[in-house]
Nanobody
């Protein structure tokens, strides 16, 4: 079993910054990627960013390119999402996702609220 523990959500004013972190524990064999999705009420969960566990490749949604960065600490099995220049439309519950082998695991979610 793999567990994901997220932290770092909160309330911030537009233009501000937050850092989300997600730590993986348990049977984390064959880790392929870790990333973030977000969801608002009544909408489907959408992709935000992903980092691959080997190499340097990262992927971002168009809506966050240039504002968000993603990084990882291999030793801690932790991924970080640095969110800058936050906008009210970034308000959502942010979910961490880990892909390892054929397994996809989700965190419990952390609320990010951006006030205008």
């Amino acid at each position: 079993q793999v567990q994901l523990v997220e932290s770092g959500g909160g309330l911030v004013q537009a233009g501000g910054s937050l850092i989300l972190s997600c730590a993986a524990s348990g049977r984390t064999f064959n880790m392929y990627s870790m990333g973030w999705f977000r969801q608002t009420p009544g909408k489907e969960r959408e992709f935000v960013a992903r980092i691959y566990w080997s190499g340097t490749r990262t992927d971002f949604a168009d809506s966050v390119k240039g504002r968000f960065t993603i990084s990882r600490d291999n030793a801690k099995k932790t991924v970080y999402l640095q969110m800058n220049n936050l906008k009210p439309e970034d308000t959502a519950i942010y979910y961490c996702n880990l892909v390892a082998g054929s397994v996809s695991v989700w965190g419990q979610g952390t609320q990010v609220t951006v006030s205008s």
